[in-house]
């Protein structure tokens, strides 16, 4: 079945950028998302991407999509505690709820 | 609105017994989806509803599950004779029917512990 690969850790210092990647094998996607789940939550909806288009800014987030390699990656700048939590990249299809494959999450610490 | 709602937060049951879990979406989403989520791992898709209509289940969702959103607002998900293979957090999302991808609300999850 399709894949979708994420490294399991990621930590960075408070004021820096975080790079979030994620790779995936459904050329069919179309939608691509981000979300990000803090302890004890359900996951929130950060932003998305259409698969024809290879960048979108939204505040501190900068979606990056290289369609051709089939990766995404998320980078928060300026990166706070807040932002501490688990990030999970989502490539999905219009035609189909079900091809929505989440990826294993990210787990972003922050340092002092 | 507040939200996606799921009830119970916790549930906690011997191995063998049924349970049922609500989840009440934001008014007005005619979409919802239900997710299994293991520790460590990403959601996995288990069924999804266009109003009352049962559109797509995943092989995940054995006999012993059974979904149904009777009236197309709050939905249940029931799992007969649990195993303890069925402990995990199960979320329920929405969306708006209007929006042409499927940007999803999420709950809080229901963490199901089978002893």
């Known amino acids: 079945g399709e894949d979708v690969e994420q490294s399991l850790f990621l930590s960075v210092r408070e004021g820096d950028s975080s790079v979030i990647n994620c790779t995936y094998t459904?050329?069919?996607?179309?939608?691509l998302y981000w979300y990000k789940q803090e302890p004890g939550a359900g996951l929130q909806l950060l932003t998305y991407i259409f698969s024809n288009m290879d960048m979108k800014q939204d505040q501190r987030l900068t979606v990056l999509l290289n369609k051709k390699d089939k990766h995404l990656s998320l980078r928060i700048a300026d990166t706070q505690t807040g932002d501490s939590a688990i990030y999970f990249c989502?490539?999905?299809?219009?035609?189909?709820?079900?091809?929505?494959?989440f990826g294993s999450g990210t787990r972003l610490s922050i340092r002092p | 609105d507040t939200g996606v709602s799921q009830d119970p937060r916790h549930k906690i049951t011997k191995r063998g017994q049924n349970v049922t879990f609500r989840c009440d979406p934001i008014s007005e989403h005619n979409r919802l989806y239900w997710y299994r989520q293991t520790l460590g791992q990403g959601p996995e898709f288990l069924t999804y509803?266009?109003?009352?209509?049962?559109?797509?289940k995943s092989r995940l969702l054995s006999d012993r599950f059974s979904a149904e959103r009777p009236k197309g607002s709050f939905s249940t998900l029931e799992i007969q004779r649990t195993e303890q293979g069925d402990s995990a957090m199960y979320l329920c999302?929405?969306?708006?029917?209007?929006?042409?991808?499927?940007?999803?609300?999420f709950g809080p999850g229901t963490r199901l512990t089978v002893t």
């Open positions: 509803f266009q109003n009352e209509a049962q559109l797509e």
């Open positions: 999302a929405s969306s708006p029917s209007d929006s042409n991808n499927y940007e999803q609300y």
């Open positions: 989502a490539p999905g299809q219009y035609s189909s709820a079900s091809k929505i494959i």
């Open positions: 459904d050329s069919s996607s179309t939608y």
